[in-house]
C-alpha cells in the first residue's frame, strides 16, 4: 500500500489465508491481493488453488438449523475477492467450474460476486467465455436486482471488446432500457445499446424515442450524457432507404445542443469538459450545427482560454468545425497569439491545428495565399515545435510547388530564412520580434527553403526587387547570389544550426549549384544589354567570380564529409565545375573576367543540366493512373540519345583532365577504366586549351628499374640485389601516374612486402616462394586459432544464443563482457504489467467468437485424479498353469547351465573359491505344503510383481464358493417366479 513490493510475504499469506478464524482469513485475503501483484510469475499461485476451491465449496454446505449458509458464505466472498485480484490461466481454467456453479447459489450476495469475478477471469483466460456465455445470459432474468445491474456491468464491458457477439441481447436490453429505474444500471445499458447501432443500424431508429425522452425526464448528470451520447452515435444511421430522414430529426438535434450548452457553460470543469466530448461526437454527423448557434461558438472560444488543458485541447479540436472563409484569417490571428503564450505539447497541438484548419480539402478555406506564407514562416519561428517541423515543410513545399503566383514570394521568405540575420529584416510579425542574433529556425523547414530558392532560382531578382529585404550575409557579400551561395555552402550556418544534418546538408550542396546556375544565366543577360541598366537585379563579374571562388572552396570541404550522400554530391560538382573549365580556389591566376567568361559559356550546360524546367504538380489522377500502367518499357541507350542536346556539351569533345588537391593535372578522365588498367603513356598531349596553358603538358613517363642506391632509402634496411631482381621482367609500376586519381585503388606493394630476403627465398631452394613467405628480422607473423575449430567455434555460439534467450525470458540483461562495469548490467521488472499486456488482454477476448455455436472441443475443464482402471479377474487354475510354464522353463534353464559349467555346479556354496572336495551342499528338508486360498485380486499383484507362488493345495477356495451361492440363489430366483406366474393366472 505504501509503494513496496510485498512479494516477500506471499507464502506467509497463503499460510495465513488457509485459517479458520474469519478474521486472521480476511488479512489473509488482502495480503495474497497486495503480494501477488505478479500472479503469472509467481509460483505460490499454484498453492491456492486447492484453498480457492474449498471455499467456494464451502459455501453450498448449508446450516441444518437456520436453513442458510451461515459464515461459510462471507469466507467464499472472501476467496472470489481474492481471485479476481490473482487471476490467472490456470486459475481460471481450474476455477471455472466453481464460479459458474456459485451462479445458482441462493444468495445473491454470492451471485452478485461471482459474476463480477467471471470478468477477469475471462481477460486471463478468455476460452472460458464460450463455455459460460449461456449461463451469463440467464442472469439477465435474475430475480435480484443486485444481480442484473452486474450481469449488465460485465456484459456492457465484454461488448466493448467485440460488440457483434452481444447483438442477439439487443431486445433483453431493450426492456431493461424502457422498464429499469436504477440510473447506475440504465447508463450500462444506454452505452452498450449505442455501441451496437454501429452493427446494427436499424436499432437506431428505434432507440431515438426513448433516449430523447430519458434526455427530457431525468435530472441525472450522467444519465443524461450518456443518453445525448447514445443519440449522436444513433444519428448517422436514422436516414430512410430514399435518403430523407424522419420529421423528429432537427427536435431532436436541438434538444442535444441545448443540453450540452449548458453543460460547457456549467462552472464544473467536469461538466464542462463532457459538454466539449458531447460537441464533438454532435458535429461528427451535423458539421453545420455551430454555424446556426453563435452562442455556442462563443463558448467554444472562451473555453481556449481555460486553465484546464484538457479543456483547451478538446475546444481546439472544435474550432475546424467553426472556420469559414470569412473568419479564417481572425481565427489563425487568435491562434498564433495563444502560441506564443502556450507551451508544452499544447503548442505543438496548436500549430498541428492551424495547419489542419488551412489545408483541409486542398485549401478550401484559404483566399490568399501570401498571407498563408507568412504563416508558416511565424510557425517555422517557434521554439519547441521540432515535431512539428517536417509537417511545416511540406506545406511550404506544397505552395510553392502547387500555386503559381505564390512562388516568387515563396522564394522572397526562403531569401529571408537562409541569407537574412534577422527574421524577414525588420518584420515584427515573427513571433517574440526576434532581434538580430536571436534568430531561431526550425531544422527541417531550412532543406524546403534551399529546395524553393534552387528550383525557382531564376525568380530570385523577382524575390530580390522588394523594398526592405536585406540580401547581405556578411560583410564580403557581393551581391544576392553571392550572400546566398555563402549560406548554402558555408559550415557555419546563419540559420543558428551548427552542425547541420547530413541531409540538410546534401539539400544545400544540390541547390547551391541550382543557384549557381541561375547567377550564370543572369549574367549572360546582363551581358547580352550592352552596359544597359536592367529593371531587375543584375549579377556582375565580381560577383560571379566570388560564387564561383566560395563555391569551389567549400565544395572541397563537403566532400571530405562522412555522409556518403554528401560527399557524392558535393564531389560531383567539383568534378562538374572543373570540367567546364573553373580553376580550383586554390589558383591564383583566375581573374574575374576570365571566370565570368568561363561561365557565361558554360551557363546553357548548367541550365539544361540542374534545371531545364521548374518542377510542376502532377494531379493525383495521373499518378494512380501511372502507377496501374506499370513500370516503362525498357529504353535502348540510342533512343534515349535521341531527346539530348549534345551541343551544350562542347567541352565533352575534349579530353578532360583530372586533378589532384593542389590543382595540378594528372592525367585524363577519358584514360579511366573500371575494367582493366590502362598506361597513361598511351594517352598523349593534354590539350592546352582545355587547361588554359600555353604549352602542351607531357604525358607521364614509368618508373624505372630499382637499383641498389634506390634500395638504400628504404627506411625498413638495405635490399639484396637478388631481391630487387624480382621485378625484372614485370610490367612497369603505373602507379605514379594514377597519384591523386579519384578512381584508382593502389594495390602496389607496400614496403613490408620488400622486407622478403634472400633467405627466406632459399628455405625451399627456389626464388619464387620469397613471394610468399613473411619471414624478417622482425619474426613470422602467425595466426593461432586458439585450438578451436569451426566445429567448436559453432557451439559456443548457439551455446550464447541459448543464453542469451534465457536471459531475456528471465528479464536479465547481461553485460557482454566480464570488463564491463556493473552499472552496465541492468535487470528489469520480471512480468511487468503494463499497456501493453493489458491491450493484449483486450484484444485476445476479441477474438472469442459466440455467434458459432459450441463444438466437441469446447468442453468444461474438469479435475479429476487420475484412477487404474481394473483388470479382469483370473482364474485360479489359469494362475496354476502359468506358474507351472514358468517353473518349467527355470528348470530347463538351470539344467543347461549345468551341463556347461559342471564344476560350477559341484560347488554350490563355494563362495571364497576352496577345494570343491571338502564342502557339499546340504540336502533340502521337506517341507509341507501350507493350505492357501488363491484370489482374483491376490492374483493379480502376483502377476503384476512378477512373484510365483507355490500350487494351491486341493481345497475348496474363495471362488468355487461364491459358485454355489451363485447357484443357490439362481435356483430361489426361477422359484419365486413361478410361483409369480401362477398368482397371475389365478
Known amino acids: 500500500m505504501m509503494g513496496y513490493t510485498m512479494s516477500w510475504a506471499a507464502f506467509a499469506a497463503v499460510e495465513v489465508m488457509s485459517s479458520p478464524r474469519f478474521a486472521l482469513k480476511r488479512v489473509g485475503y488482502l495480503a495474497a491481493c497486495q503480494g501477488l501483484d505478479q500472479p503469472e510469475n509467481s509460483p505460490v499461485v499454484l498453492l491456492t488453488t486447492n484453498l480457492l476451491q474449498k471455499e467456494l465449496r464451502g459455501a453450498n454446505v448449508v446450516d441444518t438449523t437456520t436453513g442458510k449458509g451461515g459464515e461459510n458464505i462471507y469466507h467464499a466472498g472472501l476467496a472470489i475477492n481474492c481471485l479476481s485480484n490473482i487471476a490467472t490461466e490456470d486459475l481460471g481454467q481450474a476455477l471455472l467450474p466453481e464460479l459458474l456453479h456459485m451462479l445458482n447459489h441462493p444468495s445473491p450476495y454470492i451471485r452478485k460476486k461471482a459474476l463480477l469475478c467471471l470478468y477477469k477471469v475471462f481477460l486471463k483466460y478468455p476460452q472460458g467465455l464460450r463455455l459460460s456465455y449461456e449461463k451469463i445470459k440467464l442472469c439477465l432474468e435474475d430475480p435480484h436486482p443486485s444481480v442484473v445491474s452486474c450481469a449488465v456491468n460485465v456484459i456492457t464491458e465484454l461488448a466493448e471488446k467485440n460488440p457483434k457477439n452481444y447483438l442477439p441481447l439487443a431486445p433483453a436490453f431493450f426492456k431493461l432500457l424502457t422498464s429499469s429505474a436504477n440510473n447506475w444500471m440504465l447508463i450500462k445499458v444506454v452505452k452498450l445499446l449505442g455501441s451496437l447501432v454501429p452493427e446494427e443500424p436499424r436499432l437506431a431508429r428505434k432507440l431515438i424515442d426513448p433516449l430523447s425522452g430519458m434526455v427530457k425526464s431525468t435530472h441525472a448528470k450522467s444519465l443524461l450524457y450518456e443518453s445525448v451520447h447514445a443519440i449522436t452515435l444513433c444519428l448517422p444511421y436514422v436516414k430512410k432507404a430514399d435518403g430523407s430522414q424522419p420529421a423528429n430529426i432537427p427536435d431532436v438535434v436541438e434538444l442535444c445542443v441545448e443540453t450540452l450548452r449548458s453543460f460547457v457553460s456549467d462552472s464544473d470543469q467536469n461538466l464542462k469538459y463532457l459538454g466539449l466530448v458531447g460537441f464533438g461526437s454532435l458535429l461528427l454527423s451535423q458539421p453545420r450545427v455551430l454555424h446556426s448557434h453563435p452562442e455556442c461558438r462563443g463558448l467554444i472560444l472562451t473555453c481556449l482560454s481555460d486553465e484546464d488543458v484538457t479543456i483547451r485541447t478538446r475546444a481546439l479540436g472544435l474550432l475546424k468545425f467553426m472556420a469559414t472563409k470569412r473568419n479564417l484569417v481572425d481565427l489563425i490571428s487568435q491562434l498564433l497569439s495563444h502560441v506564443e503564450a502556450a507551451s508544452g505539447e499544447y503548442r505543438c497541438q496548436l500549430v498541428e491545428e492551424i495547419i489542419r484548419m488551412c489545408s483541409s480539402n486542398k485549401y478550401e478555406l484559404v483566399m490568399d495565399f501570401s498571407w498563408y506564407v507568412d504563416v508558416l514562416v511565424i510557425l517555422a519561428g517557434v521554439r519547441g515545435i521540432e515535431n512539428q517541423g517536417e509537417m511545416i515543410a511540406k506545406q511550404w513545399m506544397d505552395v510553392a510547388w502547387r500555386v503559381l503566383p505564390v512562388r516568387c514570394y515563396a522564394v522572397r521568405r526562403s531569401l529571408e530564412i537562409l541569407i537574412c540575420r534577422g527574421p524577414g529584416g525588420a518584420d515584427e510579425a515573427l513571433v517574440g520580434g526576434a532581434k538580430d542574433g536571436d534568430r531561431h529556425f526550425v531544422p527541417e523547414v531550412l532543406p524546403a527553403a534551399a529546395w524553393i530558392v534552387g528550383e525557382y532560382s531564376q525568380l530570385i531578382p523577382d524575390g530580390v526587387d522588394e523594398e526592405g529585404l536585406n540580401t547581405t550575409f556578411d560583410a564580403s557579400s557581393k551581391g544576392p547570389y553571392h550572400a546566398l551561395m555563402q549560406a548554402l555552402t558555408a559550415p557555419t550556418d546563419a540559420a543558428g544550426v551548427n552542425p547541420l544534418p547530413c541531409p540538410t546538408q546534401a539539400v544545400f550542396v544540390q541547390n547551391a549549384m541550382k543557384v549557381f546556375s541561375a547567377a550564370c544565366q543572369r549574367n549572360v543577360e546582363t551581358q547580352n544589354s550592352h552596359g544597359m541598366s536592367l529593371e531587375k537585379l543584375v549579377c556582375s563579374d565580381e560577383e560571379l567570380h566570388a560564387c564561383a571562388e566560395t563555391l569551389m572552396k567549400n565544395l572541397v570541404i563537403y566532400a571530405e564529409s562522412t555522409d556518403p550522400e554528401v ?63 506499370g513500370p516503362p ?107 591523386g586519381d579519384p578512381f584508382y585503388l593502389n594495390s602496389t606493394p607496400s614496403p613490408t612486402n620488400a622486407l622478403f630476403s634472400s633467405k627466406g627465398a632459399g628455405m625451399d631452394g627456389g626464388p619464387g616462394d620469397a613471394t610468399n613467405t613473411a619471414t624478417t628480422r622482425f619474426g613470422v607473423l602467425t595466426l593461432d586459432s586458439g585450438g578451436e575449430s569451426e566445429e567448436d567455434s559453432g557451439r559456443k555460439q548457439k551455446k550464447k544464443k541459448k543464453k542469451a534467450k534465457k536471459n531475456q525470458r528471465m528479464g536479465v540483461a547481461i553485460a557482454d563482457s566480464d570488463d564491463e562495469d556493473d552499472d552496465h548490467v541492468s535487470r528489469t521488472k520480471r512480468g511487468s504489467t503494463g499497456k501493453g499486456d493489458r491491450a493484449k488482454e483486450y484484444a485476445n477476448l476479441a477474438l472469442v467468437d459466440l455467434t458459432t455455436p459450441l463444438g466437441e472441443d469446447d468442453v468444461m475443464p474438469r479435475n479429476e485424479h487420475y484412477v487404474v482402471p481394473n483388470r479382469p479377474p483370473v482364474r485360479a487354475d489359469e494362475g496354476h498353469q502359468k506358474q507351472k510354464k514358468k517353473k518349467k522353463d527355470k528348470e530347463k534353464k538351470k539344467s543347461s547351465r549345468k551341463e556347461k559349467h559342471p564344476t560350477t555346479a559341484a560347488v554350490t556354496g563355494d563362495l571364497l573359491g576352496f577345494d570343491a572336495v571338502g564342502f557339499s551342499a546340504p540336502a533340502p528338508l521337506p517341507a509341507a505344503p501350507a ?56
Open 633 to 739: 518499357s525498357p529504353v535502348s541507350v540510342r533512343d534515349w540519345e535521341k531527346g539530348v542536346d549534345w551541343d551544350v556539351f562542347w567541352f565533352a569533345k575534349e579530353e578532360t583532365p583530372w586533378f589532384d588537391k593542389d590543382g595540378n593535372v594528372k592525367g585524363s578522365v577519358e584514360n579511366i577504366s573500371f575494367t582493366k588498367h590502362l598506361s597513361n603513356s598511351t594517352s598523349g598531349e593534354v590539350k592546352a586549351e582545355a587547361m588554359g596553358t600555353a604549352e602542351p603538358i607531357p604525358a607521364m613517363q614509368p618508373f624505372g628499374d630499382v637499383t641498389s642506391a634506390a634500395a638504400e632509402q628504404v627506411p625498413f634496411g638495405n635490399i639484396s640485389n637478388a631481391t630487387a631482381g624480382v621485378n625484372i621482367g614485370q610490367a612497369p609500376s603505373t602507379s605514379h601516374h594514377r597519384v
Open 567 to 629: 560527399k557524392e554530391r558535393a564531389f560531383t560538382s567539383y568534378q562538374l565545375l572543373l570540367s567546364i573549365g573553373l580553376l580550383p580556389s586554390s589558383n591564383s591566376f583566375a581573374t574575374a573576367a576570365s571566370t565570368a567568361s568561363t561561365c557565361r559559356d558554360a551557363a546553357a550546360t548548367l541550365t539544361y543540366l540542374l534545371t531545364p524546367e521548374p518542377m510542376k504538380p502532377i494531379s493525383a489522377k495521373a499518378q494512380k493512373r501511372l502507377a496501374a500502367e
Open 931 to 986: 493350505p492357501t486360498l488363491v484370489s482374483s485380486i491376490n492374483s493379480a499383484f502376483d502377476d503384476l510383481l512378477g512373484l510365483e507362488m507355490p500350487p494351491s493345495v486341493e481345497a475348496p477356495t474363495l471362488i468355487q464358493h461364491s459358485e454355489a451361492n451363485e447357484a443357490k440363489a439362481g435356483k430361489a430366483a426361477k422359484k419365486a417366479s413361478k410361483k409369480a406366474k401362477k398368482k397371475t393366472k389365478q
